[in-house]
């Protein structure tokens, strides 16, 4: 690994499927009356990494085609994903995604939560209208496992006693587990016997806690013009990611004690710059970026094997972009 | 019509199903981090009217015989109800719902987005195990009918021009539409042929309308304690419910401005209150309810013809109890 590696090297097989896969995303949220157009026209100004839709479709490549099914569910995981951004930004209050105004920024809570509601829905919606369950029931599964995850994260604010163990398992809820459908979803519809579903669900699984490591590594000393969202909102609001929980077992006592003040006193949006005036956090990031590493490592072990394709290089590319990401 | 009736007298034919369509919401809300059980045990609280539930048992057992997938969709209804209401108390900043203090005054506005959501998904995956896909299908599109109802409402807030038609379109897809689903999937399970289904809809959708017409009206002239939540909140956040927009087209101009003056100054709370010391708006509710009057007249039209039968007596029951009920 090592090295940078650009967001379009890895999505570059699937570029023109992705183009479909936003169409679809765009008449999934054409709503019926013209006055909700702009608000959900806001929805699709959000063009993010589109990292599950491309694992989706990959791994349909790399397994033995795409079939329309891929695209649907390319569609599904992004509004999914997209709903969940809303209601998240709702919740920890952030101002900027993506370089654009947050959806509750602009139109308030009310209409934010209603719109996140909207999306779930009609992604739902279409993943019934697929001729078999699977996407239905997974899906349904997952979007219950995101949420408990959520609450559990918000349960441990200020809990300097939160393990890794528990940390682990709070973002393989909220985070990873979407990336093992987008995984297990492309192997299903490309026709994929069960073992291999399971192998692609747990690439993507590994792939999505890296991303959530990096994501929460980024959070403390990403730029952030670059990463395109308000950052130290994590710390700011009592949130104790894996940088932070590495760091604190080597503090004394009295300097766990002076953590804990900063961690509960003055401007959430200010705290963690003043916790890294005091302390230095090098040393909890670097263990937080070999704990990724590794999480990418299992992903690499789940692809040895598979037959060689141009597809299977990308998502080996794409475990090398989530580890050096900027952004 | 006329005459009070208890919700009793609506649900006695079909109390242990409701019984079981409880314990079906309790199993489907347990969740496997017994941190999350006492949140989710808070919702279990909120036991409301069920008369979503009980429309679609009593149409069950009026049209053929109730079958396993109706106590199943009946737990759905619920579901996706009390979803939507800790969804609403988060956009009205309720305080007091059915007497309990409602979720987010508990928990705050993070966790109930994220517990809305959940049940939400809880609903869904329990509709897509159904043995078809009707119920999964029809009320994904109800969901997102729901939210598109409320959005509106929202965009439509201070605007004195909001026209009747609008308004009605508005209940219709936030309120009533749910209400159809539940007499057309009642119909549905109990092998009812289309046109049956589709008179059921009619039936639960004229019901629903007369149901939120008559709850705008409690908001106005109800007592918080018989209620069982905070009233004059519609005003309050510039809703104008149908006795407001009544009201309205009796003003003079110079009226007018005062109506409009009050309705966006001072505390919210007191809005309402301060209104009615100026304003006599019986004739708005009195006009409210000849309306909902007319809707349930069109809901027993509906059931014309039918096989007689205790349930469908009860269904006519249920009209009666909507129009009179005081909470």
């Known amino acids: 690994m090592g090295g940078s590696t650009a967001l379009e090297d890895v999505t570059a097989l699937v570029r023109a499927e992705l183009v479909q896969v936003n169409r679809l995303v765009e008449e999934a949220l054409m709503p019926e009356r013209s006055e909700l157009r702009a608000l959900l026209g806001h929805v699709s100004g959000f063009r993010g990494k589109q990292l599950r839709p491309a694992l989706c479709l ?16 390319g569609a599904i995981l992004e509004m999914i994903h997209s709903a969940t951004l809303i209601h998240d930004d709702i919740l920890d209050g952030a101002l900027v995604r993506r370089n654009l105004a947050s ?9 934010s939560v209603l719109i996140g509601d909207y999306i779930y829905a009609r992604a739902f919606q279409m993943s019934v209208e697929l001729p078999d ?21 918000i349960l441990h604010r200020y809990d300097l006693d939160m393990s890794e163990n528990l940390y682990l398992e709070v973002i393989g809820e909220k985070t990873a587990s979407l990336y093992g459908a987008a995984g297990e979803l492309g192997a299903a519809y490309a026709g994929g016997e069960e073992g ?4 692609m669900r747990d690439f993507g699984y590994q792939l999505g806690l890296a991303f959530q490591i990096i994501d929460d590594c980024l959070d403390v000393e990403g730029e952030e013009s670059i990463v395109g969202k308000s950052l130290g909102t994590d710390f700011g609001k009592g949130k104790l990611t ?17 953590f804990d003040r900063i961690l509960r006193e ?3 949006a200010e705290r963690q710059r003043v916790l890294m005036e005091r302390f230095d956090l090098s040393e909890g990031l670097a263990y937080a970026h070999r704990a990724a590493d590794a999480c990418l490592k ?9 037959p060689p394709s141009e597809e299977l290089e990308a998502l080996r590319t794409m475990t090398d972009f989530v580890l050096n990401r900027r952004r």
């Open 196 to 199: 291999l579903c399971s192998r």
């Open 58 to 73: 990959l791994v349909g490549k790399a397994l033995g085609g795409l079939r329309p099914a891929h695209l649907k569910v």
């Open 298 to 306: 299992r992903a690499l072990g789940r692809l040895e094997g598979l």
């Open 242 to 258: 894996l940088p932070f929980l590495y760091f604190l077992r080597s503090l004394s006592a009295a300097e766990r004690a002076e």
């Open 266 to 268: 003055g401007n959430p």
């Open 133 to 153: 369950t699977r996407c239905s029931r997974l899906l349904a599964e997952i979007t219950r496992i995101v949420c408990q995850g959520e609450v559990t994260q």
């Open 103 to 111: 959806l509750h920024s602009v139109y308030g809570h009310e209409v």
